[in-house]
């Protein structure tokens, strides 16, 4: 109690300094649930509270940040041709992971709560908790080598326009975590489509620049490369206990590194071409490369698994991409059998295995199923989750452009997720008045 | 018949697109396609054979009249029975399964034993109970007059013909006034021996309807027909279509109405008559648990019985409605409680205004939580006297006239609402909790999974007034539909109330609704956000229009 009176003490006043008071409740509804008693309603109310709503999404989450951390170091050492097995110097990859993630995590956070916070104040209501579930997301759908500038940008894009322009949580039509995604998508094509002819920078695989010296020669030749105030500074206690450390950096990456995903090869040469590069069991396990978190299927399952145990999340959703994505990929099976040409290999794989390649399960569990941007209505959001599904993979297989399809399927839908909701409701409506 | 055309067509086109993609394909593909296009045209016919089929089988039993029973005349299984639990042996007709809802478990359920009520010495009516009334109706009696019961003592300026009367016989002690000079209540000290006023009692089997009406109004009984929508007491210009009686609550703490009924079967059978004079009855009875309903509500003449099984809120005659006949902007149907029906029928066959009720104390702050044996508005204090545990120190304990969803919030000094048979008392949670939101400190009634205590769904809760968090927008979808077994968007309807789109109020089923039906939804909230009253302002605003 002590704690309690203290913090009541400092409590800053809300006229003359309101984003120190905004800051203050903020913190203080953190720590203390408040004290306020039910009046003129129900007598007594359920425990859970947006609060908590969000904070068993971020729990879920976490499986995918062990695993993602881990990956990010394991693709590293993967270009260099060390350490091939997955769980080999463990502690130089998961520290390698950390030293990029938690940068990543801490600029989102800061710079998305820092809006929220900062509208919170001049609007003069409480801190709403929507960012606590984007600012988990939007880490885990980055890639490892996110420049934090771009990051900072799409943050502000998304919480900016994406959210408060159209009124704070609850209140917004796209999805946050997927806005800021998009942006970077958008605003920096070449880079996020795995170019790496111009900078040498790869942004799939984390920690590769190229030789400054080589490069003078016209030599483009890439390389890895640690800072000793990281790396560094691991290293040295690394060296205490005796065990592997990063070194000096400078190893050229290896012949046979392409740094390419699943999806970027079905589009050259179908499954075939896939199949080559990486084992399904492999792709299911998710030690590639892709965004930090959306690789590893059986982790993100276990979570989606979670949320519809704990009845946070749509299953009616997740089950209508299931459907929608197998039919349509069963379909361009059905249309493409018996046909031998090669520029039909993508629609030939077999639909099953588009759950293995790319961000499927991430998508479904996590992003279609944000209650604010999904259609609202039971029936509303089985077609919700159909069309995601369907749209997904036609992106997906049919655009040129785009490798991946979710992220653009999603925020498709969530533009329609009100029509769709409007039909269930007219036709609710239309049963009723033909009743009277 | 147009849409069926419709599909036929597009099924044709299927096949075409279908077999020129399999002529196209090169001499040595295979006809997947085909095969499975033909495959699925030859399941859609049939299917669309057998359907035609079926819908032939039950029209005609409808029209024969066979399915009034509610048997399933269909070639196919009806959801419920493929997968519902199965009716219990008592039940003599079609059972409705309603798998939404919860049911709130607390401690403090009322024992089966009775109080004979001789703490409890003030009654009072109090306007404010119903709804619609002008806030200040005029008083017919004065302080210090002498009534017996079933004298009248109110009347709403609005509808003079319809009087309030005395529940019991005895002084008027206070007229307390509340906001802008209303009325709140009408105290009477009650005598020690009652005395009734004599009525001259119409023969029901031959009075005219204009007769009963006026009978029944100026008796004071008509105040306990309430009709919906509007949850108010009923025009007697109306012709309802229907009257329903819930016979089971299923409120956290509820009072077993099979105990209350319990020797007041002539009466019950009697109000229900003088019921069936206006419209068709229908009494809903409970198909949920191993012992069956009080004979008085299964061996009921003249009535239609509708039996359900579900959780709470499936004993809100609001929803027995919805899924016997439903509400309509066009027509009406009057509801009323089963004490109340007693009342009415004690009319009838003891010629006096009875309006003794059996209340239910409740709740874990009460010492023995039993059924006191008292009459209609009976004081706070005087029920709960000496039943109560003994407050910690710093704490403060809530009284709640009905129960803890859909009750009002009163006091000692105050009264039993006038439709109320129930007292629930609880603790009141005004305190701050150190991470409560994260942590599960002591377990809590809920409907998420996000809680430890979801795993054991037998435990019983003291849970307190707190809130459990802020008031938020709307955010978490289809939370309030898996607890209202209604074919109805709460969250929509609730949206179309704050925007004042009264269309679509009307559309989504407003006048379905009675504050108490999304009572639950309000529990079950996330965000917070004060359903009831929400409702409330919707039903107002469309009453008003």
Not at chain 1, 188 to 196: R, S, V
Not at chain 1, 285 to 300: A, D, H, M, Q, V
Not at chain 1, 301 to 322: D, E, H, P, Y
Not at chain 1, 354 to 375: I, N
């Amino acid at each position: 109690m002590g704690l309690l009176n203290f913090l009541k003490k400092i409590e800053p006043d809300k006229k003359s300094s309101p984003f120190m008071h905004t800051l203050f409740d903020g913190f203080f509804t953190f720590a203390y649930s408040p004290d306020t008693v039910t009046k003129g309603g129900v007598h007594i109310k359920d425990g859970m509270d947006l609060k908590r709503l969000m904070v068993h999404v971020v729990l879920v989450l976490q499986l995918c940040y062990v695993f993602g951390s881990l990956n990010i170091g394991h693709q590293h050492f993967a270009a260099l041709g060390m350490y091939p097995d997955f769980l080999d110097a463990f502690h130089l990859k998961i520290t390698y992971g950390l030293i990029q993630l938690i940068p990543i995590f801490v600029v989102a956070h800061l710079v998305g709560l820092g809006i929220e916070f900062w509208y919170a104040a001049k609007k003069g209501h409480a801190i709403e908790e929507g960012f606590l579930v984007s600012g988990a997301l939007i880490p885990l759908i980055m890639p490892p080598d996110v420049p934090l500038v771009w990051l900072v940008l799409a943050v502000a894009f998304a919480v900016i326009i994406g959210k408060e322009a159209f009124g704070g949580t609850g209140m917004n039509i796209f999805n946050v975590a997927l806005l800021s995604r998009a942006f970077i998508f958008f605003a920096y094509p070449t880079e996020m489509a795995g170019d790496t002819m111009m900078s040498g920078k790869e942004v799939w695989v984390s920690g590769l620049e190229f030789d400054a010296a080589q490069l003078a020669e016209g030599v483009k030749q890439q390389v890895s490369y640690y800072h000793w105030w990281s790396h560094g500074v691991f290293d040295s206690i690394f060296e205490t206990f005796g065990w592997r450390t990063f070194g000096e950096g400078g190893l050229p990456v290896v012949d046979s590194f392409t740094g390419a995903t699943p999806l970027g090869l079905a589009k050259t040469g179908g499954w075939a071409a896939v199949a080559e590069v990486y084992t399904p069991t492999q792709m299911w396990w998710g030690g590639l490369p892709g965004s930090i978190g959306e690789t590893c299927k059986p982790f993100i399952l276990v979570g989606a698994a979670a949320l519809v145990a704990m009845k946070v999340a749509s299953w009616r959703v997740m089950v209508g991409m299931i459907l929608g994505c197998a039919l349509t990929g069963m379909l361009m099976n059905g249309f493409t059998a018996g046909y031998e040409d090669p520029s039909l290999a993508y629609l030939q794989i077999p639909w099953f295995y588009h759950f293995y390649m790319g961000s499927f399960f991430f998508a479904m569990a996590f992003m279609a199923t944000d209650p604010v941007t999904a259609a609202s209505t039971n029936r509303g959001k089985w077609i919700y989750g159909f069309f995601i599904g369907a749209v997904g993979l036609i992106i997906r297989v049919m655009n040129p452009a785009y490798p991946e399809g979710w992220m653009l399927a999603i925020l498709f839908m969530n533009v329609f997720a009100p029509l769709i909701d409007h039909y269930v409701l007219e036709s609710n409506m239309t049963k009723r008045l033909k009743r009277a | 018949m147009r849409s069926k055309i419709n599909r036929f067509f597009l099924l044709f086109l299927f096949l075409n697109f279908a077999s020129v993609a399999s002529a196209q394909s090169s001499g040595g593909g295979s006809n997947y396609l085909l095969t499975a296009m033909a495959a699925i045209a030859v399941f859609i016919i049939l299917g669309a054979v057998i359907m035609v089929s079926d819908n032939l089988l039950k029209i005609e039993a409808r029209q024969s009249g066979a399915d009034k029973s509610g048997t399933n005349y269909s070639i196919f299984p009806k959801f419920s029975e493929m997968f519902g639990s199965s009716a219990p042996d008592y039940v003599d007709g079609p059972v409705t399964f309603l798998k939404k809802g919860h049911d709130i478990l607390l401690q403090g359920e009322a024992a089966k034993s009775t109080n004979d009520g001789a703490g409890v010495t003030t009654f009072a009516v109090q306007p404010p109970n119903f709804t619609g009334m002008s806030p200040i109706p005029k008083v017919v009696v004065e302080v210090g007059n002498e009534v017996k019961a079933g004298d009248p003592i109110f009347f709403d300026k609005k509808r003079p013909e319809i009087q309030y009367v005395a529940p019991v016989s005895g002084e008027v002690i206070a007229i307390n006034r509340g906001a802008k000079r209303s009325i709140a209540e009408v105290v009477i000290l009650a005598d020690k021996e009652m005395k009734y006023r004599s009525h001259d009692v119409p023969n029901l089997a031959d009075c005219s309807r204009e007769d009963l009406v006026n009978f029944l109004m100026s008796s004071g009984a008509w105040s306990f027909i309430r009709q919906r929508p509007y949850n108010m007491v009923a025009d007697p210009i109306d012709a309802p279509r229907n009257i329903f009686v819930s016979t089971f609550d299923s409120a956290p703490l509820a009072p077993d109405l099979n105990y209350i009924v319990d020797g007041n079967e002539a009466a019950f059978q009697k109000g229900l008559e003088v019921l069936g004079k206006f419209a068709p009855v229908h009494l809903g009875l409970n198909a949920k648990g191993s012992e069956a309903p009080n004979h008085a509500f299964t061996q009921v003449e003249g009535v239609t019985k509708n039996w359900f099984h579900g959780k709470h809120p499936a004993g809100n005659v609001g929803i027995q409605i919805h899924h016997t006949a439903p509400i309509t902007s066009s027509s009406k149907v009057w509801v009323a409680g089963v004490q109340d029906v007693i009342t009415i029928g004690k009319l009838f066959t003891e010629g006096k205004f009875d309006a003794s009720r059996m209340v239910a104390i409740t709740g874990a702050e009460v010492e023995t939580p039993q059924y006191v044996k008292t009459y209609l508005g009976a004081s706070i204090e005087g029920l709960v006297k000496g039943n109560l545990k003994t407050v910690e120190e710093g704490k403060s304990i809530r009284f709640v006239s009905g129960d803890v969803l859909s009750g009002k919030q009163t006091s000692t000094e105050s009264y039993l609402g006038y439709y109320d048979d129930q007292i629930t008392v609880l603790e009141e949670g005004d305190e701050y909790e150190m991470f409560g939101w994260l942590l599960p400190i002591a377990p809590r009634p809920t409907i998420s999974g996000t809680f430890p205590n979801a795993l054991y769904p037998d435990l019983k809760f003291q849970a307190n007034t707190n809130t459990h968090g802020e008031e938020r927008a709307f955010v978490v979808t289809g939370q309030y539909e898996s607890v209202l077994p209604m074919d109805i968007y709460p969250q929509h309807l609730m949206k179309a109330i704050i925007t004042n789109d009264f269309e679509r109020m009307e559309g989504l089923g407003l006048l379905e609704l009675a504050e108490e039906d999304v009572a639950l939804c309000e529990f079950a909230c996330t965000s917070k956000q004060p359903l009831q009253s929400i409702l409330k302002q919707g039903l107002d605003a469309m009453r008003d229009q």
